[in-house]
Structure formats: C-alpha cells, structure tokens
C-alpha cells in the first residue's frame, strides 16, 4: 500500500521566520509529488516534482525532491500570516489508483 | 466562474436518510475524481472517472456510496443510509491525463461538508 508520511504535522513560527516542510514517500513505480496548500476550502496546487534534484520556485515558496532517499520538501522564506495553511503533499504512482495519494498535512501557523 | 464548482456546500441529515452531491468539473477535463476528507486528515480517494467510465474505486467505498457521471461532464455521489461516520467533506477534482508531466495537477472544488446527526 503506497504511504505518504509529513513531518512535523503542525509547526508555529513567527512571521519573517523560514519554515521547511518535509514529506516521505514509499509507493511502486514513483511518477510524481505535488504540494498543495489547503486554507479553508479547496487544496490549490503549488508544484509538481518529477525529477530528482530540479528545484522549482514560486517567490518565497521552493521545493526539492530527492528520488533516491523518497522524499520532498518544501521551504517556505520569510513567512507571512497569509503563509498559514494545511500543506499537503501527495504522490501518483503507477502501483497505486490513477490519482494522488495524500500525507495527512502539516498545519503551519504564522503568528504576528 | 470557470472552475470545479459543487452542490450543496453544506448539507445537515439525519442518520439513514440519503444524500446526493453534484460536481461540475472544468469543462475540458476528462478526468473526475471525489475525495473524501476529515479533520486533521489529507484527502482520501473515493473513485474517479475517464469521461463516463467509472474506472476505479478505492476499498474506502462502501455499496452504500455510488457515483454516476452519465454524459461525461457532471457527476454526482450518493450516500445511502447514511451514519455518523459519513460525517466529512466530500472533494471533487477534475483534471487532463495526470501522468501528463505539464499538466498532472487536480483542480480541487470547495466541498460538499456533510454532516450526520
């Protein structure tokens, strides 16, 4: 059964704080990690990772994976109160359903 | 809007009374998909779809739950005699191929949040 593990699953900081997020992986025949940010409602998509070592860049936000040792993180610079959210990572695999296969989340929260 | 909208975003019953959900997904997308998702916990699959063809079902899903998409475009979940545990948000998502590198995301909707008294 594929596994997708987050650490840590809650984090406070201080805004201008760097945070990063890591999530573990163990699925058959890895295709692809995707990072979501889930604030009230819907999950909106922040990155998708297909090959070890890219890393990918949207302003303050930046994620890395690393196929060898299964896993990815995702570095969040400068921290804002508008930062807080669920980050949820999740993983397709040809040895799994055809779709994505959640972590539970890490909650951050970014204080004043 | 043109994005995954669904129908109702809350719904309140009581416990062995049916419930149905709607999805409209991003109108080119082929791909269907309904989640499921509970406090403190990330997503979890239900079943999805190619066009009309109901192509997988996750284990979660019990012959309580079933879910059409009669023409390929909306799709709806029901939720037969439903229990407490039913209690949760339920996700639609629609996307293209997701094992297209450059285009693999979901577009999530708002959620049907459920809740069984």
């Known amino acids: 059964e594929d596994k997708v593990v987050q650490s840590p699953l809650s984090l406070v900081v201080h805004e201008g704080d760097t945070v990063t997020l890591n999530c573990s992986y163990e699925?058959?025949?890895?295709?692809?990690l995707l990072w979501y940010k889930q604030e009230k409602k819907a999950p909106t998509f922040l990155f998708m990772l297909?090959?070890?070592?890219i890393e990918k860049k949207s302003g303050r936000l930046s994620s890395i994976l690393d196929k060898k040792e299964l896993f990815s993180i995702l570095n969040i610079t400068a921290t804002q109160t508008g930062d807080s959210a669920v980050y949820l990572c999740a993983v397709i695999a040809d040895s799994g359903y055809s779709t994505l296969t959640f972590g539970k989340g890490t909650m951050l929260l970014v204080s004043p | 809007d043109t994005g995954v909208s669904q129908d109702p975003r809350h719904k309140i019953t009581k416990r062995g009374q049916n419930v149905t959900f709607r999805c409209d997904p991003i109108s080119e997308h082929n791909r269907l998909y309904w989640y499921r998702q509970t406090l403190g916990q990330g997503p979890e699959f239900l079943t999805y779809f190619q066009n009309e063809a109901q192509l997988e079902k996750s284990r979660l899903l019990s012959d309580r739950f079933s879910a059409e998409r009669p023409k390929g475009s909306f799709s709806t979940l029901e939720i037969q005699r439903t229990e407490q545990g039913d209690s949760a948000m339920y996700l639609c998502?629609?996307?293209?191929?997701?094992?297209?590198?450059?285009?693999?995301?979901?577009?999530f909707g708002e959620g049907s949040r459920l809740t069984v008294l």
């Open positions: 699925v058959t025949n890895f295709r692809s």
């Open positions: 998502a629609s996307s293209f191929d997701l094992f297209r590198p450059d285009t693999g995301e979901l577009f």
């Open positions: 297909t090959s070890s070592g």
